[in-house]
């Protein structure tokens, strides 16, 4: 059971802990209703699309590499733009294997990971884009049949992605933007 404190100093701590509680949120309150009535949220899972702002190849490109891409159009909410046009997104390369001997093709996997709104917060983003080079294995044994040992050598082609691609990338949370 709860009981009042019987001294006097403790009737006041506990006012004025009261007081400062009421205060501190009568505060808050409307300052976040003003935020959320300013703002327009940018629900999970909105599509848009970005571009490659370099080709990225699987014979240069190694897992962990920074990547930079640009979205390609203004992504609007009610008509309101909240990402705008040519806005940077960052992503990584996060399989790089380069073509080998015997025909193997080079991977290549990249994967998208934010961009920032029109009110410079981060947004985090989801897509991902592979990229196989051509396998040539079927014509190293045709060479090999022809030409012995020495067909061994042909090798596969090396996996890229050209500049100026298009992918298709979606919000990977929802966020409030004052537009």
Known sequence: MLTCPSSAKARLTLSCALVLFLLTHAAI???????????????DGTEFMVVTTEEINSKTATEGDPLTFKVEDDVKINGKVVIAKGALVKGIVSNASKSGRMGKAGQLS?????????????????????KEGDDKTG?????????????????????????????????????????
């Open 139 to 179: 014509t190293t044994v045709a060479l090999v049949v022809l030409f012995g040992p020495l067909g061994f050598l042909k090798k596969g082609k090396n996996a890229s992605i050209k500049e100026g691609t298009q992918i298709k990338v979606y919000t990977d949370e929802e966020k409030r933007v004052r537009a």
């Open 29 to 43: 309150a409307p300052a976040a209703l003003a935020l959320q009535e300013g703002s327009i949220a940018v629900p």
């Open 110 to 130: 990249i994967r998208i990971e934010s961009t920032t709104t029109v009110d410079e917060q981060k947004v985090k983003l989801r897509a991902s884009k592979g």
